[in-house]
């Protein structure tokens, strides 16, 4: 089964950026999402030189990874973190990604009421026309408030934009929206352009993101769905870990490591 298949450099969370590069790459992926997340892993971002962010272009082509997408997360609710977002979008035109990754954020009014769907989708259709500008996707993750496919489905179809779609987090819909993914991707799948697949263990609320294989998630039932639907998007790796996060650079490449022999073995091509 030929797809995009990538890791994300935010498994290497707390190591540089050529560690995740060196890691995925020893694994025989081809693909990256990087990661831009103000204040938690800055793999690659928007303030670092030009002469820094080339260096990881030359890098990545040395290693034979083409970063495809980015993780940008922001809170898309706050208008004063749009400038970050835009720049994140602009930082993903310039390693030439398609996709750009965030989750919408704390969706709140002044007066701490939830927002409404509307209300969320307004402001997200106001990035498009940056999206349209830089040739991005906008893939909006299955996480916090808006933590099933249910959700966001009807978000993305009040956008009504082919620039912003979902990006459905395997693990997320379990420990966020206490569903099981096989049974909530039916009724997003035709909205879905994107997946994070990322492995849970333990009880719904544990922190606890092994390698591919190693928890609970039926994934042959996810692949079966996707397989149904004629559904042909990238997937992206995500391993967290427990809280305490990985003892080593060399634990975390074997649970890279692992999760391309569970992919290879389910009849995927890396």
Known sequence: MKRIIAVNSNCYHGYSIEDAIDGIAA???RYIELTATK??????????????????KEKLNKAGLTPFAMSGHCNLMDTARISDFVSNIRLAAFFGCDYIVSS????????????SNEEVACHIR????????????????????HSTGHILKEIVGLVDSPRVKINYDTANVIFYGDVAPQD????????VAYMHLKDKAGSTQE???????EGNIDFPKVFQKLEAAGNHCPFSVEIEFTQAGPESIAQINAAVETSAKYLIEHGFEL
Request: proline share 4%.
């Open 27 to 29: 694994a025989g992926f």
């Open 39 to 56: 204040g938690w892993t800055e793999h690659v971002f928007p303030t670092m030189s030009f002469e820094r962010l080339w260096q990881v």
């Open 126 to 145: 106001a990035l498009v026309p940056y999206l349209e500008e830089y040739r991005q996707t906008l893939v909006l993750e299955t996480h916090g408030d």
């Open 104 to 115: 919408i954020g704390e969706a709140h009014l002044e007066d701490k009421a939830i927002a």
């Open 207 to 213: 922190w606890n993101f092994p390698a591919l294989g």
């Open 184 to 191: 909530d991707l039916s009724c997003c799948i035709g909205e």
